[in-house]
């Protein structure tokens, strides 16, 4: 099995971990209930989507 001749740098390390971190989850208000949701999807507290009841949801 091949072995690294030399050491890589830590700058070199660095740079190609630069993409490794993570991005915050995107999140919108719904327009009906104003409670935050995930955009282009059915609003999972009042059942919403584009001004439409689409799914009902229980009262609880």
């Known amino acids: 099995m091949p072995n690294p001749k030399r050491r890589h740098s ?3 390390t660095a740079k190609r ?3 490794d971190s993570l991005t ?3 999140t919108s208000l719904c327009p009906q209930c104003h ?4 955009p282009h999807r059915i609003c999972p507290h009042c059942g ?3 001004a439409r009841q689409v799914r009902a949801v229980d009262e609880e």
Do not use: I
């Open 48 to 50: 919403y989507y584009n």
């Open 10 to 12: 830590k700058t070199r």
């Open 17 to 19: 971990r630069t993409h």
């Open 24 to 26: 915050q989850v995107a």
């Open 35 to 38: 409670e935050p949701k995930a």
